[in-house]
C-alpha cells in the first residue's frame, strides 16, 4: 500500500454566486432593449435551474411550460431527460408586461 504513489491533482472546490453576485448577474442587461430582457431571463433560467450552457443553447419554446407548474423540460447529458420547476419570480420576468 505504501508503494502506491498519492493522487496528483486535489479535487476542485465546486464554488457557487452568492446573492450580491446573482443580483448583479441579473441587472447588468438592458431592461430597455429586447435582447437585455431575453438576456436576464437566460441567466435567471440558468442560475435557478442549473442548466448546462448546451442545454439552454437547445432550448426550444416546447420546452418551457408556463401556467400552473410551470417548469423547463429539455434532455441533459447522457440523454437524460430533466424537468426542474420554476420560481414564481422567474414566470414573472418572463410574462409581458
Known amino acids: 500500500m505504501l508503494s502506491i504513489p498519492p493522487k496528483r491533482f486535489d479535487r476542485r472546490i465546486v464554488t457557487y454566486l452568492t446573492e ?5 448577474l441579473l ?6 432593449t429586447w435582447t437585455g430582457r431575453r438576456d436576464r431571463i437566460m441567466l435567471a433560467v440558468v442560475i435557478q435551474t442549473g442548466r448546462r450552457a448546451s442545454e439552454l443553447a437547445a432550448l426550444t419554446i ?27 419570480s422567474t414566470v414573472a420576468m418572463c410574462s409581458p408586461g
Open 62 to 88: 416546447g420546452d418551457v411550460h408556463m401556467g400552473s407548474g410551470a417548469h423547463v423540460s429539455c434532455q441533459g447529458k447522457g440523454r437524460i431527460q430533466r424537468i426542474t420547476p420554476l420560481t414564481s
Open 20 to 24: 450580491p453576485e446573482i443580483d448583479a
Open 27 to 32: 441587472h447588468a442587461s438592458d431592461q430597455g
